[in-house]
C-alpha cells in the first residue's frame, strides 16, 4: 500500500469539538497526574496507553471513579497472555456502576432506556424506575438460590426487561448468558446446555417484519432440555399467560427494594458470549465483571465520546455481543435506545426513522444495512431529522468505500462515520472510533488506546503499510478470563494463540497505514491466496456489491490437491437481474480494474441467496469445507445458520465436481 499522507480525509473534527471531547480532557488530565504526553493529540497518548500499560488503565480507573470495595494489590500481576491477572486483590460489582447515575437527584427520573418496537411507539423507563426494578429481581434472585457463580439465561429480544434481568443477575454475581428469540431451540441448547443455567428469562414471542412469532412450543423443549433450571420466569409480550410452573415477570419486579451489590472479585465471571459455531459447539467465552467494566468505560467514554446528554442506539439483538456493549452505555450515563424489530420494516429506513424519533446521538448499525440503504437509493438526510446525530457507527463487517460516501453524503457531510473492528472474543473494538482524528475513506482511525494492535507477517515481524496478521502484543483486561468446560486452556489457546505463542492472533488480515489508521480486508482464515498474493474476501465483496446487479456475494478460494487453485463467486442477484455472459464480463473487469487481475474469479456462479450465521456474517470456511468434499454435517454447525437450506447448493455443487 503507497503512503496515505497526501490523501484529504472525508472529514474533519473542528477545534472545538476536538476540545470538548472527553479523550482530550482525559489527556490534559492524565499528563498531570500520571505522566501522559501533554502535547503530540491522540498518536501520542496511544503510544504512552501501550508503552505504560499498568499506568493507563490505572487512570482508567481514576478517571471513570472505579469503586473498589476492595484495593487492588497491583495493576496487573502476571502479564502472561493468555492468563494475565488485571488488579488483583481488588472487588467491584459492573451493576453498581451501571447504575450510578439512579443516585443523582436530578438525573432519577430522566430516562435510562428508551424501547421502540416496529409500531414505533416510545416506551421510556427511567433511571430510579431501572434501579428499583434491578433491586427487586436481584432480591427474588436471592431468594430463589442463585449465588454468585450461579448462571442465568435469557431468551428474549432487545427489551427493556432483557437489561433488568441482566443488571439483576450482575448484582447478585451471577453470570448472564443470552440468545435472540430467533434462534430455534437446537441453537439455543447448543448454547445454554454448556453453562447449565439455574434460572431461564423467557418471552412468549416476539414481533418482526409486522408479524408476531409465537416461541411457547421452543421454551417447553428448552425447559425440558435444561434440567439444571431452578425456575423460569414469564414476560408476555404477546400477552399469553404463564406456563404451568413459570413465575410472572411483573411479580418478580414490584417489589421497592434497594439493589444490594455483591462484591466479587475483580476477575469474577460477568457474562458467556459465544462465537457464532458455525463448525462446532460455539465457543462459550467468559469475561470478567472487572474486565468489561474498564474496558467498556474506556470505550464508551473515551472512544465513543457518550456522556449524560448522549442517546446511544445500535440496531442489535441479544445473540451478539453488541447489545452487551449497548448496555455499558449505562456506566456513563447515557440513554441507550433499545429498538426490538426487524431493520427493513416497514421499509430500509426503519433504523433512520427510530433514530429521528429517539434524538439519537450515536446511531450503531450494520455495514450490510448502510449498503443496502445506498442500493435502495434512499435520502435519510433529506427524509429525516437527523441533526442530533454525531457519530454513525459500523461493524459486522468492513464498511466499504461507497458505504463511507454515502454516508457523508445522504446523512451529513460534517458526520463523524466509525467503522470499528473488534470481536465477540473481547466483547470490544481493537481499532475505530476517535472523536479527534480525521475519517479517511475506507479506514478505521485508529488503534483504540491500551490495545497494542500490530499487523504481522507469517514470521511475527511487524508491517506497516502491507497486509498481516491482526495481532494484539499485550493483553486487554476484557480477554475472555477462559473457555467454559475448557479445563486445561487448551482450546483458548488454540483459538488465539496457536501461530504466535504469547501474542493474540485474531484471525483478521488488516493493514496498518503511516498515519496510524487500520484497514480491515476480512477473515485471514478465508483468504484468497492467489500466485502468492494474498486478498481479503471483504475486498471482493466491496468492487463486487457496487454493481448494481449484485444484491450479494461470496468468494471462496479452494487449494485443490493436484495443485491447482479454484476460485468461485457465487453472486445473489438483485430482483430481475440476469446473469447473462455481459453480467459476467461486467463483474469481471469490476474486480480486473479496481482490485487485481490475479483475484479475477475462475467461476461466476448464480445462487438463491448467501448463508450467513445468526448473527448476519456471510460464512465462508463452511462454504469452504463443503466444496472441499466434507459432509455438511462435519463441514457447518446446522443451529448457527440462518438458512441451511442453503447449503445444500454448494453440496450438490462439490458433489458435480468430483
Given at each position: 500500500?503507497?503512503?496515505?499522507?497526501?490523501?484529504?480525509?472525508?472529514?474533519?473534527?473542528?477545534?472545538?469539538?476536538?476540545?470538548?471531547?472527553?479523550?482530550?480532557?482525559?489527556?490534559?488530565?492524565?499528563?498531570?497526574?500520571?505522566?501522559?504526553?501533554?502535547?503530540?493529540?491522540?498518536?501520542?497518548?496511544?503510544?504512552?496507553?501501550?508503552?505504560?500499560?499498568?499506568?493507563?488503565?490505572q487512570a482508567v480507573a481514576e478517571w471513570f471513579d472505579v469503586r473498589f470495595s476492595t484495593p487492588y494489590e497491583t495493576v496487573i500481576g502476571d502479564r502472561t497472555m493468555p492468563g494475565a491477572q488485571w488488579f488483583p486483590g481488588a472487588t467491584l460489582n459492573y451493576a453498581e456502576h451501571a447504575l450510578r447515575t439512579a443516585e443523582d437527584p436530578l438525573r432519577a427520573d430522566a430516562p435510562a432506556l428508551l424501547h421502540v418496537d416496529e409500531t414505533h411507539t416510545q416506551v421510556p423507563l427511567s433511571w430510579s424506575a431501572l434501579r428499583r426494578q434491578v433491586g427487586s429481581l436481584a432480591a427474588e434472585l436471592r431468594a430463589l438460590g442463585v449465588t454468585p457463580g450461579d448462571r442465568v439465561s435469557g431468551y428474549l429480544p432487545n427489551i427493556p426487561q432483557a437489561v433488568v434481568a441482566f443488571l439483576a443477575t450482575a448484582a447478585v454475581g451471577g453470570v448472564w448468558t443470552s440468545c435472540a428469540p430467533d434462534f430455534g431451540a437446537r441453537s439455543v441448547l447448543d448454547r445454554f446446555q454448556q453453562v447449565e443455567p439455574v434460572v431461564l428469562f423467557t418471552v412468549d414471542g416476539y414481533r418482526y417484519g409486522g408479524k408476531e412469532h409465537h416461541r411457547a412450543d421452543t421454551v417447553a423443549e428448552l425447559r425440558r432440555e435444561l434440567p439444571t433450571l431452578r425456575a423460569v420466569v414469564h414476560i408476555p409480550l404477546l400477552g399469553t399467560d404463564a406456563p404451568e410452573g413459570a413465575l410472572d415477570w411483573s411479580a418478580l419486579t414490584a417489589a421497592d427494594t434497594e439493589p444490594v451489590f455483591e462484591q466479587v472479585p475483580f476477575d469474577h465471571p460477568l457474562w458467556v458470549l459465544y462465537s457464532s459455531g458455525t463448525t462446532g459447539l460455539p465457543k462459550a467465552i467468559v469475561q470478567s465483571q472487572g474486565g468489561i467494566l474498564l474496558e467498556h468505560f474506556k470505550q464508551i467514554g473515551l472512544h465513543c465520546?457518550?456522556?449524560?446528554?448522549?442517546?446511544?442506539?445500535?440496531?442489535?439483538?441479544?445473540?451478539?455481543?453488541?447489545?452487551?456493549?449497548?448496555?455499558?452505555?449505562?456506566?456513563?450515563?447515557?440513554?441507550?435506545?433499545?429498538?426490538?424489530?426487524?431493520?427493513?420494516?416497514?421499509?430500509?429506513?426503519?433504523?433512520?426513522?427510530?433514530?429521528?424519533?429517539?434524538?439519537?446521538?450515536?446511531?450503531?448499525?450494520?455495514?450490510?444495512?448502510?449498503?443496502?440503504?445506498?442500493?435502495?437509493?434512499?435520502?435519510?438526510?433529506?427524509?429525516?431529522?437527523?441533526?442530533?446525530?454525531?457519530?454513525?457507527?459500523?461493524?459486522?463487517?468492513?464498511?466499504?468505500?461507497?458505504?463511507?460516501?454515502?454516508?457523508?453524503?445522504?446523512?451529513?457531510?460534517?458526520?463523524?462515520?466509525?467503522?470499528?473492528?473488534?470481536?465477540?472474543?473481547?466483547?470490544?473494538?481493537?481499532?475505530?472510533?476517535?472523536?479527534?482524528?480525521?475519517?479517511?475513506?475506507?479506514?478505521?482511525?485508529?488503534?483504540?488506546?491500551?490495545?497494542?494492535?500490530?499487523?504481522?507477517?507469517?514470521?511475527?515481524?511487524?508491517?506497516?503499510?502491507?497486509?498481516?496478521?491482526?495481532?494484539?502484543?499485550?493483553?486487554?483486561?476484557?480477554?475472555?478470563?477462559?473457555?467454559?468446560?475448557?479445563?486445561?486452556?487448551?482450546?483458548?489457546?488454540?483459538?488465539?494463540?496457536?501461530?504466535?505463542?504469547?501474542?493474540?492472533?485474531?484471525?483478521?488480515?488488516?493493514?496498518?497505514?503511516?498515519?496510524?489508521?487500520?484497514?480491515?480486508?476480512?477473515?485471514?482464515?478465508?483468504?484468497?491466496?492467489?500466485?502468492?498474493?494474498?486478498?481479503?474476501?471483504?475486498?471482493i465483496y466491496e468492487a463486487v456489491e457496487r454493481l448494481p446487479e449484485i444484491r450479494e456475494s461470496l468468494v471462496i478460494g479452494l487449494e485443490e490437491p493436484e495443485g491447482g487453485y479454484w476460485m468461485p463467486l457465487f453472486v445473489h442477484l438483485a430482483d430481475g437481474a440476469v446473469l447473462d455472459d455481459a453480467l459476467r464480463d461486467s463483474i469481471k473487469r469490476t474486480i480486473r480494474e479496481n482490485l487485481s487481475p490475479r483475484h479475477v474469479p475462475d467461476e461466476v456462479i448464480e445462487v438463491p441467496g448467501i448463508p450467513h450465521t445468526l448473527t448476519g456474517k456471510r460464512i465462508e470456511v463452511p462454504v469452504k469445507r463443503l466444496l472441499q468434499g466434507t459432509a455438511l454435517a462435519k463441514a457447518v454447525n446446522p443451529g448457527s445458520i440462518d438458512n441451511l437450506e442453503l447449503l445444500h447448493f454448494y453440496e450438490e455443487l462439490a458433489r458435480k465436481r468430483r
Open positions: 500500500m503507497t503512503s496515505a499522507a497526501d490523501e484529504a480525509p472525508l472529514w474533519q473534527p473542528g477545534p472545538d469539538r476536538i476540545a470538548a471531547a472527553a479523550v482530550t480532557r482525559f489527556q490534559s488530565w492524565a499528563a498531570e497526574r500520571h505522566g501522559a504526553p501533554a502535547e503530540g493529540g491522540y498518536a501520542s497518548l496511544h503510544r504512552w496507553s501501550v508503552g505504560h500499560l499498568d499506568t493507563f488503565w465520546d457518550l456522556g449524560p446528554e448522549d442517546r446511544f442506539f445500535w440496531y442489535t439483538s441479544t445473540g451478539w455481543m453488541m447489545w452487551n456493549f449497548l448496555v455499558s452505555g449505562l456506566l456513563t450515563g447515557t440513554t441507550l435506545v433499545l429498538y426490538d424489530g426487524s431493520p427493513g420494516y416497514p421499509d430500509v429506513s426503519a433504523q433512520w426513522r427510530v433514530a429521528e424519533q429517539t434524538g439519537a446521538t450515536l446511531f450503531g448499525t450494520s455495514a450490510a444495512y448502510v449498503m443496502a440503504c445506498r442500493k435502495a437509493g434512499i435520502h435519510p438526510g433529506r427524509d429525516f431529522d437527523l441533526s442530533r446525530i454525531q457519530c454513525v457507527a459500523t461493524t459486522g463487517s468492513p464498511l466499504p468505500p461507497d458505504g463511507f460516501r454515502w454516508l457523508h453524503d445522504e446523512v451529513a457531510d460534517d458526520l463523524w462515520i466509525a467503522s470499528v473492528s473488534g470481536g465477540t472474543d473481547v466483547c470490544s473494538c481493537f481499532a475505530g472510533a476517535v472523536p479527534t482524528l480525521p475519517v479517511h475513506i475506507g479506514e478505521l482511525q485508529a488503534a483504540c488506546l491500551g490495545t497494542d494492535l500490530q499487523s504481522w507477517d507469517p514470521a511475527g515481524r511487524p508491517l506497516t503499510g502491507e497486509v498481516g496478521e491482526l495481532v494484539v502484543t499485550q493483553p486487554m483486561p476484557s480477554m475472555p478470563i477462559r473457555f467454559w468446560n475448557d479445563p486445561d486452556g487448551s482450546r483458548y489457546r488454540d483459538s488465539y494463540f496457536a501461530m504466535y505463542p504469547g501474542t493474540w492472533r485474531h484471525g483478521d488480515w488488516i493493514t496498518i497505514t503511516d498515519r496510524g489508521s487500520v484497514v480491515i480486508h476480512g477473515r485471514s482464515d478465508s483468504t484468497l491466496n492467489r500466485q502468492g498474493v494474498r486478498m481479503g474476501s471483504a475486498d
